[in-house]
C-alpha cells in the first residue's frame, strides 16, 4: 500500500538496550522527519533528512541516532534507551521541504522501563 | 520570528452544533498554515492547508477555515459536529526553515 508506515507499532524495552525504531515510505519524497510526541511539550522534531545520506539534527537529538541509505527508509536508534524516551514516534515526509506540509505515519508507541 | 498560538486546549460541542477551534498566529511574512487532526492513536493526518490564494480554505470531513490577515487568525470551523470529529487538531504555521506546531487543542463532542 502507499504511504508511511512505522514498525514497530509498540516497542517495550528496558533502559540501557538499544532500540531502532523503522520508518518506510512509498511516495518518493525528498523530506522525511522524525517527531517525538509527549504530554505538555507537543510534538518536537529529533531528526530530519533533506534526502538519502543528508541528516540534521532537530530540537532534541540528544540520544538518538538516524541515517538514511535509501530514500524510502529513515531508522531512528536510540543507542541506550533511557526512561525519559519513553514516548510516541512520529515519522513523516513532505515532498517539498522543511516548510511545507507533512504527512505522517501511525506512530511507535515507546516503553523504557 | 514565526509562532502558533491555540487559544484553547479544550473544546466541548454536542453533536449537530456548530465547532469553532481558534488559532492566532505571528508571522513577519505572508504564511503558510495548516491545520492537521489526530485521532486517538493514530497519526496526524492534513485537514486543510493556506497559501496565500482564497481566504476561506475548505478541507476534508466538512471543515473549513478562514484566514484574516487583520486579526492573524486561521481558525478551524465547522457548522455540524459529529461524533466522529472526537480529536485532538493542530494548528501548524510554516517558519523561516521548519513548520510550528501549536499545542493542539482536543474538541470533545456530546452526544
Known amino acids: 500500500d502507499a504511504g508511511i508506515t512505522q514498525s514497530p507499532r509498540y516497542k517495550i524495552t528496558e533502559t540501557g538496550r538499544q532500540v531502532t525504531l523503522m520508518c518506510h515510505q512509498t511516495w518518493s519524497h525528498s523530506y522525511m522527519f522524525w517527531y517525538r510526541q509527549d504530554l505538555g511539550h507537543g510534538l518536537r522534531l529529533i531528526y530530519y533528512s533533506a534526502a538519502a545520506d543528508i541528516t540534521d539534527k532537530g530540537e532534541v537529538p540528544d540520544g538518538y541516532v538516524v541515517s538514511r541509505s535509501k530514500t524510502e527508509n529513515f531508522p531512528l536508534t536510540l543507542e541506550s534507551a533511557t526512561r525519559s524516551q519513553t514516548s510516541v514516534y512520529f515519522c513523516?515526509?513532505?515532498?517539498?521541504?522543511?516548510?511545507?506540509?507533512?504527512?505522517f505515519g501511525p506512530g511507535t508507541r515507546l516503553t523504557v522501563l | 520570528a514565526q509562532s502558533v498560538t491555540q487559544l484553547d486546549s479544550h473544546v466541548s460541542v454536542s453533536e449537530g452544533t456548530p465547532v469553532l477551534l481558534r488559532c492566532n498566529y505571528s508571522s513577519s511574512y505572508s504564511p503558510s498554515l495548516f491545520w492537521y487532526v489526530q485521532h486517538p492513536n493514530k497519526g496526524l493526518q492534513l485537514l486543510l492547508k493556506y497559501t496565500s490564494a482564497a481566504t476561506l480554505v475548505k478541507g476534508i470531513n466538512g471543515f473549513e477555515a478562514e484566514f484574516k490577515k487583520s486579526e492573524t487568525s486561521f481558525h478551524l470551523t465547522k457548522p455540524s459536529a459529529h461524533m466522529s470529529d472526537a480529536a485532538e487538531y493542530f494548528c501548524v504555521v510554516r517558519g523561516d526553515d521548519k513548520i510550528i506546531f501549536g499545542k493542539g487543542t482536543r474538541l470533545h463532542i456530546l452526544p
Open positions: 513523516a515526509s513532505s515532498e517539498h521541504g522543511r516548510h511545507n506540509e507533512q504527512f
